[in-house]
């Protein structure tokens, strides 16, 4: 009788599947470098709009050449669970917007340690860092490509990567490394300091969608709605004062009521440990080879991208 095949433990799991993650970027980072050479060599015209073909290339790169590389390296883990589609415990419209609250709130609160550590290393600097491409980016779009390529396709695409497919690899070992490694992962996975902390927050409240109800579609729906409305409300409107105005009243509210709903969570908030995580989680989580070449390859295009 043939043996049966152990299935890898914590670490070569978060390894495996963070190396996988290493090459997909460096896989659509190499196509579209390659591009840009190309239309740098031979003169091609964006027409439309460099920033559509900037965002177009730029998915179409991740999902069509890198996604691969994640999918091939998470075959040496196995699944431990069916991509989490249809929901085992559907969530009420009140319940939805508690959440969304939740997640609103603690995006924006990271987003001002963001702001603050970004302040702190210009200053050290002596100025000579810049504020970013993200928004300079996302200002170029025209409204219907801003709503499909920066509300729609990452809503959909990152949920089922991110949430859906990690969540196949890595429930075994319990609700609480899932949602941790999902935000981790997820915050770095955006290459840029300026993104990572409020993603990293989004990230864990996503995941726990999955892990309250069973489904991403629930995070598929909350994520379109808070890159709807940075994308297709808030940018097109920044520069009108009663809007503004209107605007920090409603944020003030939100941020509160979701802080409290947070709370009131919090309380009653608990994660089972898994028999199969190892002594130190964080250690193994954190320690081993896929990971650190992760991190370190996060570390480079944060540091380009303030200097950029």
Known sequence: MPKEKRAPGFAKTVSLLAFGLT?????????????YALAARFGWSWPGGSATWAML???GAIYLAGLPFLLLLGR?????????????QPLTPGCFARLGCIAYAGSYLANLVTVVLLMLLRLLAGGGLTAGRVNTLLEGLPPLWGFLLVAVLPAVC???????YLYKKLIRFG???????????????????????????????????????????????????MNFFSVCVLLPLENSLAFTALLGWAMQAVIGMGIGFFVQLRRGLRFAR???????????????????????????????????
């Open 76 to 88: 040496f883990v196995p699944s431990c669970a069916p991509m989490p589609l249809i929901p085992r």
């Open 158 to 164: 990152e949920e089922l990567v991110f949430r859906g």
């Open 23 to 35: 090459l997909m970027t460096g896989a659509s980072w190499g196509v579209v470098n390659s591009v």
């Open 175 to 225: 609700e609480g490394p899932y949602i941790l490694l999902s935000g981790f992962l997820f915050g770095t996975y955006h290459g840029n300091l300026e993104q990572f902390f409020y993603a990293f927050v989004m990230g864990c409240c996503l995941a726990f969608l999955v892990c309250r109800t069973g489904s991403v579609l629930y995070g598929v729906l909350l994520h379109f709605l």
């Open 57 to 59: 290339l730029n998915d």
């Open 274 to 308: 898994s028999p199969a995580l190892p002594g130190h989680p964080a250690a193994a989580a954190l320690l081993n080879p896929g990971m650190l070449t992760w991190i370190i390859c996060f570390a480079l295009l944060a540091v380009l991208n303030l200097i950029s």
